[in-house]
Structures are given as structure tokens and as C-alpha cells.
């Protein structure tokens, strides 16, 4: 497998500007994790889906972010408008259940998209 | 007090010296533990479960204190290329939300 995959790996764009970000989990997998990480705050959930279903967001930080899971094989983020606030590296993780709860298991995170917003 | 802490270093050591680094977590109902181990510019990864018992892994050892609420990683013999953040991790206790250290830089120099 190749590991769960995110695009783009680098992100540039302006203050207003819409910015989707993609993830697709690892085969298999039943929950898609989107976090965020920065300097100041360390790493932060910011949603969760079991199944793609939306479990919590309440890490995500205001009404300009958005996420889906449309399949099981593809995730999406989205900020709009974005602000210079928003920029950082955002991770895309994923887990399969086994037995017990997915507390025990290993996220698998992806290599991450470092947003830029000027 | 957040819920889960850690120094975040960095830790400047010397190759061969052994290493400690120390997580203290806030809810005492958490049941998991784990590290992680981030490199630069990387992608966080899963370095090593943490077992009521103990366990090691090479030179790698982990502890979990649940009476002091606290977690420990035991690097021996340190190489360049541990030079990483390790990132402590906390699951369950009444949520399913993992909750994830700073982190704790160490650089091995020669």
C-alpha cells in the first residue's frame, strides 16, 4: 500500500482565497483523521469520520472550515476564505478498528500539505 | 493544566549518552499510550506503544506510571539519527479523541 496520500504537498495562496485540501486514507481503513500543526498550538485534531461519517468536529476551528468524506477512499478540507492565520501543515491520519476500541491502534498519517496563506 | 505535556527541549546530547523524556497526562481515566516520533518536515510516526508493564524495544524503553499519571521514553546509546521531536500520545478515558504532546526535540550531535 502507499500510505495514505494527500495533495497538494504545498500550498501558496492569498488572503480570501478558497483552498481544498485532499486526502485519501490507506485501503481498509475506517477512520480519517484532518489535523492541523503549528508552532505555537502543536499538533490539533480537527475532525474526525468513522466509516465516513463526521464522529466530532469540534476541533475545527470556525464556520471557514469545512471537511467531507464523500467514499472511503477520499477525503476533503476545506478552508474559505482563508486567512494568514490558517497557515500551517495539515495532516491527514487514518486507522483501521481491531479488536478493543481504535484508541490502541497506530494512526498512519499522511506526509502532509504545508499551507501558506499570505 | 493542559492534558498533556511534555519539555519541549531541546535535548543536546552527545552520540552514546542515554536520554530521558517524561509526559505527564491530566485525565487519569486515559487507557492507551503511545510515542511518536516526528522528524523534520516530516509526517508524525508511531514509535512505540506504551504497556502498564514496560516494554522495550532495542534501545528504546517505555514506562507507564498511572499512579504519577505519567509516561516516560529511555533512549540508550543515542545516534545521530535519533535526532527527532517525540511525541507523546493519550487515548480514551471517556473519548475517542487522541491527544497529542508538543513534543520534545532532541538533537545527537557527534
Known amino acids: 500500500d502507499a500510505g495514505v496520500i494527500q495533495s497538494p504537498r504545498h500550498e501558496v495562496t492569498e488572503m480570501g482565497q478558497e483552498v481544498t485540501l485532499r486526502c485519501k486514507p490507506i485501503?481498509?481503513?475506517?477512520?480519517l483523521f484532518w489535523y492541523r500543526q503549528t508552532m505555537m498550538r502543536g499538533l490539533e485534531l480537527l475532525i474526525y469520520?468513522?466509516?465516513?461519517?463526521?464522529?466530532?468536529d469540534s476541533g475545527m476551528p470556525e464556520d471557514r472550515f469545512s471537511a467531507k468524506m464523500p467514499n472511503a477512499s477520499f477525503s476533503t478540507l476545506k478552508i474559505q476564505p482563508s486567512e494568514p492565520r490558517d497557515s500551517a501543515v495539515y495532516f491527514c491520519?487514518?486507522?483501521?478498528?481491531?479488536?478493543?476500541?481504535?484508541?490502541?491502534?497506530?494512526?498512519?498519517f499522511g506526509p502532509g500539505t504545508r499551507l501558506t496563506v499570505l | 493544566r493542559k492534558e498533556v505535556e511534555q519539555d519541549p527541549g531541546p535535548f543536546n546530547v552527545p552520540e552514546g549518552a542515554t536520554v530521558a523524556f517524561n509526559c505527564t497526562y491530566s485525565?487519569?481515566?486515559?487507557?492507551?499510550f503511545f510515542w511518536y516520533r516526528q522528524d523534520c518536515r516530516k509526517e508524525p510516526k508511531l514509535l512505540m506503544s506504551?504497556?502498564?508493564s514496560g516494554n522495550e524495544d532495542g534501545r528504546f524503553t517505555a514506562q507507564l506510571n498511572r499512579a504519577s499519571q505519567y509516561i516516560s521514553l529511555l533512549i540508550r546509546d543515542s545516534k545521530l539519527s535519533d535526532s527527532a521531536t517525540y511525541l507523546c500520545?493519550?487515548?480514551?478515558?471517556?473519548?475517542?479523541?487522541?491527544?497529542f504532546g508538543r513534543g520534545t526535540s532532541l538533537i545527537v550531535h557527534p
Open positions: 506504551v504497556y502498564s
Open positions: 491520519a487514518s486507522t483501521m478498528l481491531q479488536t478493543g476500541a481504535f484508541e490502541y491502534n497506530e494512526q498512519f
Open positions: 485525565n487519569s481515566a486515559s487507557q492507551s
Open positions: 469520520f468513522n466509516n465516513n461519517v463526521p464522529i466530532d
Open positions: 500520545v493519550v487515548n480514551g478515558g471517556g473519548s475517542y479523541i487522541p491527544t
Open positions: 485501503s481498509g481503513h475506517d477512520y
